[in-house]
Nanobody
Framework: QVQLVESGGGLVQAGGSLRLSCAAS????????MAWFRQAPGKEREFVAS???????DYADSVKGRFTISRDNAKNTVYLQMNSLKPDDTAIYVC??????????????WGQGTQVTVSS
């Protein structure tokens, strides 16, 4: 089992930045691919970014060039640096983990999520 706890969400104006964190516990963090997904009201959950065990990354086209995913295996934490935020980025952001090391899933472990709201 892996437990995931997100933090760092909040309210920000368009053009601003936020950094999300996801702290993992329970297993060897470095053995897991990690990802961020998001779900806006009335919409399906969508992939945002992922980072594999090797550190290689993948991004949704909608966030490429604005968001950066990174991991600190010593701290068992994955981060999502979000710059140039837009109102369309408003969603609940959820952290995910899986040992199968895929970029976009499937993912077996999920956090509870953190709300990000971008005002225009």
């Amino acid at each position: 089992q892996v437990q995931l706890v997100e933090s760092g969400g909040g309210l920000v104006q368009a053009g601003g930045s936020l950094r999300l964190s996801c702290a993992a516990s329970g297993r060897t963090f470095s053995n897991y691919a990690m990802a961020w997904f998001r779900q806006a009201p009335g919409k399906e959950r969508e992939f945002v970014a992922s980072i594999r065990r090797s550190g290689s990354t993948d991004y949704a086209d909608s966030v490429k060039g604005r968001f950066t995913i990174s991991r600190d295996n010593a701290k068992n934490t994955v981060y999502l640096q979000m710059n140039s935020l837009k109102p369309d980025d408003t969603a609940i952001y959820v952290c995910a983990a899986d040992q199968r090391n895929y970029y976009r899933g499937p993912y077996n472990y999920w956090g509870q999520g953190t709300q990000v709201t971008v005002s225009s």
